[in-house]
């Protein structure tokens, strides 16, 4: 663990911003609000809502991230993707986007509606992420995040791949990338040692998911392709009807792993909350993080 004295000279640098997906009803809608409502006194740099595979959240993930700009004055990123959208499509919700203030985009691939199946572009559309990134690049200046992946993306052929790719997106005009979650900080940090060396110079922005549910985690770290240690699986053990004790773990084991990373020098995080602010609002407490004093209830 830092010290006091380790976490405040680190506290003047510290950024985080948090990812919300779009909720499916109206009980899960009031959840997702008090959380944005409570995590956003913590002044993120942005926070981002995620685009259901295919495209299948379209409306929601736009009306989540005008409500979120326009209630909390925090920028707002919405994610993206080529499945599912023609370029024309692209070009219209873009511009739409542009049109109401939102600056802010994380392009990616994005997931095919049935998992498991081969991914083929969309006729019309944008192929890869790549190719999207450069597109809302000649549509106007937004701010563009792309995803990394340290321990590669499933379709990757190689870690070689996974590298020059990245940097062809930033290449492309992508300001960010955001890591896919991951629980040893050694795969992040060769990754990271690894983009230096390929000269990329953009951020790598760690992603931390706090655990609320360690069979939800198993299910995610499998679609993605990231591992999840032993003593993860050892300590959650047991657990899965005892909430109190599941966050007390929790909470020790992202606090540990976000101020390791931050005595290798990473000063940006990313938050994948899952739509709830408990955990990650006592970490960003932890760090130092106390914002303005103006929640809403």
């Given at each position: ?117 081969t991914y083929e572009p969309t006729p019309g559309g ?82 931390i998911l706090p655990v609320t549910n360690f069979a ?82």
């Amino acid at each position: 663990m830092m010290t006091v004295q380790e976490k405040q000279a680190a506290r003047n640098d510290l950024r985080v911003s948090f990812e919300f997906f779009p909720p499916k009803t109206e009980k899960m809608e009031e959840t997702m609000w008090r959380s944005i409502h409570r995590l956003a006194p913590l002044n993120p740099s942005f926070v981002s809502v995620t685009y259901g595979a295919g495209g299948t959240t379209r409306d929601r993930t736009h009306g989540s991230v005008t409500r979120i700009q326009g209630e909390t004055g925090i920028p707002a990123a919405a994610h993206l993707t080529c499945v599912g959208h023609t370029k024309d499509e692209i070009e219209q919700i873009a511009r739409k986007y542009w049109d109401e203030g939102i600056r802010s985009i994380v392009a990616l691939r994005g997931d095919l509606p049935d998992a498991g199946d081969t991914y083929e572009p969309t006729p019309g559309g944008y192929p890869y992420a790549v190719d999207l990134v450069a597109g809302l690049k000649e549509i106007a200046d937004f701010d563009i995040s792309v995803s990394a992946y340290p321990e590669m993306h499933p379709d990757a052929p190689s870690a070689d791949f996974e590298i020059d790719y990245l940097k062809r997106k930033i290449d492309a005009g992508a300001n960010r990338a955001i890591t896919q979650f991951f629980f040893d900080n050694e795969t992040y940090l060769r990754f990271r040692d690894k983009c230096d060396a390929a000269g990329i110079t953009a951020p790598i922005v760690p992603g931390i998911l706090p655990v609320t549910n360690f069979a939800s985690l198993l299910k995610f770290a499998d679609m993605c392709g990231a591992s999840v240690p032993e003593r993860l699986r050892w300590r959650f053990d047991g657990l899965d009807e005892d909430p109190e004790t599941r966050r007390m773990v929790a909470f020790h084991e992202a606090i540990s792993q976000v101020e390791g990373l931050m005595k290798e020098g990473v000063s940006d995080f990313h938050f994948y909350t899952l739509n709830r602010a408990e955990l990650t609002y006592a970490i960003c407490h932890a760090l130092g993080i106390r914002g303005t004093d103006k929640a809403a209830a």
